[in-house]
């Protein structure tokens, strides 16, 4: 077992050392089929006692302030680049993604990410003194404070274990809440490492812990915390949905995706094609917001699908060597083969066109072929439901408005595109698509612009992560309204009532509210 392996077998085996639910998970290399590492499937005890020790180490990182926590994160950001070949082998081993995969959009991610949360906190959680109109509180100090909501539950996903699973972790402990990550079994181990560099960095103990385990024990720790973190399925996100209501906590849920790009006949195709071709096939197309569906006007779709299906044929796909050796990586969840394969099947059998790939790659490991679908409509899979794989359907359209009719025809409303040269025209098209984000021209960008909210319409999800509001849902509300010293010793409203004083503030609001015109 190599260096990074045995390192991690050493943190999993000493790993919170608390009641396991059932048997150990074993962690397999899904571009080997080998087990690189066994963890502990903790149960709902386990994850009870956690929860008590993040409560406990909650207060002391509070008290740290923005400054000491900030301090601890940039540190952490550091941590990342010095370690980011371990980071990055870890991931790699885990997910079967490729180097360049797991370095720019989970380094590059993570190490921007630690940052602009440490800078950033400070702003967006700052107290605001309000201004207010109303007359009732005149010289009273009125001011609106964000408070860390105590105890953060973050659930995530395989397809990015760095970005998606920890990266949410990032704002909640910048708030100064204490957090417990339950990454996905199948990719548990960049969670624990990055735990591992945190402590090195000076995070209090119990600030951060990883619940490893199965769907029970995500089930487990939604029953415990003060506020749930989700990215997943649509199916799963439901549930925890269901249950954050029943215990009347918020949540917050980046679910699954159906990315439409739509391609105008004056859009720079050879530009539209290499975006077509790189995201969606970037991460083996497992990304919520790879391009999984593109609509092209007539007269440049001949154009555009030789264009895509001469670059897609030239990628190289299979078990990532080091830099620089396959442009496609593995297929990480097991489950998600079948469902790549029954919607090219699917379509094919509904009368689409492979123009190239279209099949799964004989093992070791687990490959699906770069693969472009033509003459595709909307009655097949391909089309409508989420692929999460290296598929790319292609649908030729009349116009403009059959493009934008097509793509918000889905139940899902994550990201989108548009390409044209006009950028006026496209960004009154983006204006008009069913999506939490669009990209004029490019795709995928906006998840790098933290500023920006990075959250789903429709079945997507609810709420966002980025921007002011990806941090101050980590947080509550609390009004603040502070009377000074020299007041009067009681209010003109208050008792006992007199019928002169009534008409008083009658006359008043009169005064107020009853002036101008009326229609
Ligand atoms: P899930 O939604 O099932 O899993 C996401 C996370 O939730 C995992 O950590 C999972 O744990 C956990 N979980 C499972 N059941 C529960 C539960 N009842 N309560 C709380 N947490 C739970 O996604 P999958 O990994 O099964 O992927 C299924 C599909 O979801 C994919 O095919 C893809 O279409 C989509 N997907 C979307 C992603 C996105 O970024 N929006 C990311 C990944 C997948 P465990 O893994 O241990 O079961």
Redesign the pocket.
Same mark, same amino acid.
């Given at each position: 077992m190599a260096t990074v392996e045995q390192h991690l077998q050493d943190l999993t085996q000493t790993h919170n050392g608390a009641a396991h639910a059932g048997e150990d998970i074993p962690v397999e290399n899904p571009a080997t089929g080998e087990i690189v590492a066994t963890v502990p499937d903790l149960g709902a005890d386990a994850v009870a006692e956690m929860a008590a020790q993040a409560r406990a180490a909650q207060p002391g990182w509070e008290a740290f302030g923005f400054e000491g926590r900030a301090r601890v994160l940039l540190r952490a950001q550091k941590w990342l680049m010095d370690n980011a070949e371990q980071v990055v082998s870890t991931i790699v081993s885990e997910t079967g993604k490729t180097f360049e995969d797991a370095s720019l959009a989970e380094i590059g991610y993570a190490g921007n990410a630690f940052g602009f949360w440490a800078k950033r906190a400070p702003n967006y959680l700052a107290d605001e003194r309000v201004k207010t109109s109303q007359k009732l509180v005149l010289g009273k100090k009125i001011i609106l404070r964000y408070r860390p909501l105590g105890l953060i539950g973050v659930?995530?996903?395989?397809?990015?274990p760095l970005t998606?699973s920890f990266g949410d972790c990032i704002p909640a402990l910048a708030a100064g809440n204490s957090v417990i990550l339950?990454?996905?079994?199948?990719t548990p181990l960049t969670s624990l490492l990055m735990a591992e560099g945190l402590r090195e960095c000076g995070l209090p103990e119990n600030v951060l812990q990883i619940a490893t @385990?199965?769907?029970? #024990? /995500?089930?487990a720790?939604?029953e415990e915390v003060d506020m749930i973190m989700?990215? @997943?399925?649509t199916? #799963? /996100?439901r549930?925890?949905a269901e249950?954050a209501a029943r215990r009347l906590i918020p949540a917050s849920l980046?679910? /699954?995706?159906k990315d439409p790009m739509l391609v105008l006949s004056d859009a720079d195709v050879e530009r539209a094609a290499n975006f077509a071709t790189y995201y969606s096939m970037q991460n083996a197309g497992?990304?919520?917001i790879s391009i999984e569906r593109v609509y092209v006007e007539e007269p440049v779709y001949d154009d555009f699908v030789a264009k895509v299906a001469e670059k897609v044929r030239a990628l190289r796909v299979g078990k990532p060597e080091g830099p620089g050796s396959v442009e496609v990586g593995a297929i990480t969840?097991p489950?998600?083969m079948e469902?790549i394969k029954d919607h090219v099947a699917d379509a094919v059998q509904k009368g689409a066109r492979v123009l190239t790939g279209g099949s799964e790659v004989q093992g070791p490991g687990r490959f699906f072929e770069p693969t472009v679908l033509v003459d595709v409509d909307h009655s097949m899979k391909c089309m409508t439901e989420?692929t999460?794989g290296p598929t790319l359907p292609i649908m030729k359209v009349r116009d403009a408005e059959e493009a934008v009719r097509l793509a918000n025809d889905s139940p899902y409303g994550?990201g989108a595109s548009v390409f044209s040269r006009d950028t006026e025209r496209g960004e009154a098209i983006a204006r008009r698509l069913e999506a939490g984000a669009a990209n004029v021209n490019d795709a995928m960008i906006n998840y790098t612009v933290l500023e920006l909210p990075m959250g789903g319409a429709k079945a997507s999800g609810l709420g966002s992560r980025h921007g002011a509001g990806g941090i101050r849902k980590y947080c509550s509300q609390q009004a603040i309204v502070v009377t000074p010293k020299l007041a009067m010793k009681k209010e003109v409203f208050m008792y006992p009532y007199k019928s002169r004083t009534s008409r008083l503030l009658a006359g008043f609001f009169k005064l107020l509210y009853g002036r101008g015109k009326r229609d």
């Open positions: 659930i995530g996903p395989w397809n990015y998606n339950k990454p996905s079994e199948i @385990g199965r769907g029970e #024990t /995500g089930a720790l939604v989700f990215t @997943g399925s199916r #799963t /996100g549930k925890v249950t980046e679910l /699954g995706g497992q990304t919520c969840f489950p998600q469902t989420e999460f994550l």
